[in-house]
Each structure stands twice: as C-alpha cells, then as structure tokens.
C-alpha cells in the first residue's frame, strides 16, 4: 500500500502569469493505492491485481474578462442579440472588468487484474492480463478557451483499456510456440462543461470577452489497436531459430463537431448592440 498528499502548505508553486507576491493556487492532492497477488490453486492458478486511486481539489489562477458595463447591456437594441446575452449569464461589471478562476480537479482511477494457469504439467502457461484507467479532468486550459470568462469551456473524460492474452505451448522439447493478442484503447473526449444552453459562439474584434460554447467543442479521439501475434522457437544444438508473424490493426473512430452551432463575430460592442456582425 502507499499514499501520496500534497496541499498548499507544502508549498506548491504560483502560476506562471501571476506577478511576484501574487496568490498561490490552493490545491490538495490525494493520490494512493496498493498491490495484492498470491496463488489461486497451488502450483496452478495465480493472480496480481493492482489499483490506484487520485482525488485532486484546487483552483487555478484568477483571470480578468473584458464584459459590458450594465449601462452598454441596456442598450443593447437588438432582439437576436439580447437573447443571446441573456442566454449566455449577462456577463456585466461596473468597471467592465470582472475576475474569474476555474477548478483545477481529478477524479482519476486505475486498476490492472492479471491471471496465470500452468497447463499440461508446466509444459504450457496462458495468461490473460486486463486494465482500465477511467478519469475526469476539470483544468483552467480546458474552461478558458479563447476567452476569460468561465462556463464555456470544455471536461475531459477518458476509459483508457488494455487486454492481452499470452498463450505459451512447449510442442516438444525443441519447439515452442507463443501465441499474443493485445487490445489498447485511448478515448479521451472533451464535453461541454457549461451552465449555459447550446448556441453560437459570440466573438469580439474589440477585446471584449467571448462568450458562447466554444465552437471547437465537444471532440473525442478514440484509438483502437488490436495486436496478433505468433512466434515460434526451434533450438537445435548450440543453434536457435525464431520465425512468426505480427498483425496489427488500428481504428480510430474520432468525432470533432466544430462550429457545428455557429459563430458571430463583431467589430465591437455597439455592432452587438444593433445587431450588426463583421
């Protein structure tokens, strides 16, 4: 068993932007697991398994948005476009500026299961080994995209996967043949992570804030591989020889909807105002 901690009083470090005597992110960490194996049937059947668990909790950096002050949201002339506002949180403040952070967390797990089987008096040996590694990601890469208001950014999952079946057959006492099959799969997917109902993505020429989903979201990349494999050994006096095969397939059924609810893009914010887009 082992556990490793960290929190911010163990001195964790300040973000790469944020000025000399700014605020350290808080964070806490937790990440521990623990192994466990023995034989099932003695001098026949064994087992490993292995896992580990991570809980991480913080918050990244405070960032500023450039927003409308309420008096420029109350101009806003345009039906279409104060829909959309409103639709999108009214992002507002006194002074046009407001301040923000995201969440920084992991909720990640990993656990490998693997079993062997002596066969035919020792002579043959099969083992079948599988593992997982699910994980939910929030981080302030994947919350700011393109802009520094939170709520129109991006999750990541993830179920990473791994078999493989080993096969070992002692033919004679010169000739063995090993059989393999491998299975990988990464899966990484970026969901939306929003309080906000889909829509089109509103775009500022002038350096006002963003808002809307970003419209590159949500996009998955999921790998298969798939391994066969045969080899086979003849050992001939001082003399040894191998020869086999090695097939491999690879899938990768991936999806990326972007722009798939639009973008609107304006000079500045009396264009949003009266509805006129670039």
Do not use: C
């Amino acid at each position: 068993l082992y556990d490793y901690f960290q929190n911010s009083g163990l001195g964790n470090a300040r973000g790469y932007f944020t000025p000399v005597g700014g605020p350290v992110p808080k964070i806490v960490q937790n990440q521990g697991g623990g192994t466990i194996g023995g034989p099932v049937i003695k001098n026949h059947t064994f087992f490993f398994a292995s896992g580990e668990v991570e809980r991480t909790r913080g918050a990244g950096q405070t960032v500023i948005a450039n927003v409308m002050t309420p008096a420029q949201a109350a101009a806003i002339t345009d039906p279409t476009d104060a829909a959309l506002f409103a639709a999108n949180g009214s992002p507002t403040s006194p002074n046009g500026s407001l301040a923000g952070s995201s969440a920084n967390t992991i909720d990640g797990d990993i656990w490998t299961v693997r079993m062997d089987q002596v066969l035919r008096g020792g002579k043959d040996g099969l083992f079948v080994k599988y593992g997982q590694a699910p994980s939910t990601t929030i981080s302030p890469g994947l919350t700011f995209i393109d802009t520094n208001l939170p709520g129109f950014g991006a999750s990541t999952t993830a179920t990473p996967r791994d078999l493989t079946v080993s096969y070992t057959a002692a033919i004679s006492n010169s000739l063995v043949d090993n059989f393999r099959f491998g299975f990988g799969r990464v899966n990484p997917a970026f969901n939306v992570n929003s309080p906000f109902p889909e829509g089109p993505e509103v775009i500022f020429a002038d350096g006002t804030s963003n808002f809307g989903i970003n419209s590159i979201i949500p996009q998955g990349r999921t790998q298969n591989t798939f391994q066969y494999a045969d080899t086979v050994s003849w050992t001939h006096g001082r003399h040894t020889l191998k020869w086999g095969v090695d097939i491999n397939r690879y899938q990768a059924p991936s999806f990326f909807d972007a722009e798939a609810q639009g973008i609107l893009v304006f000079g500045s914010i009396a264009d949003f105002q009266t509805g006129n887009p670039l």
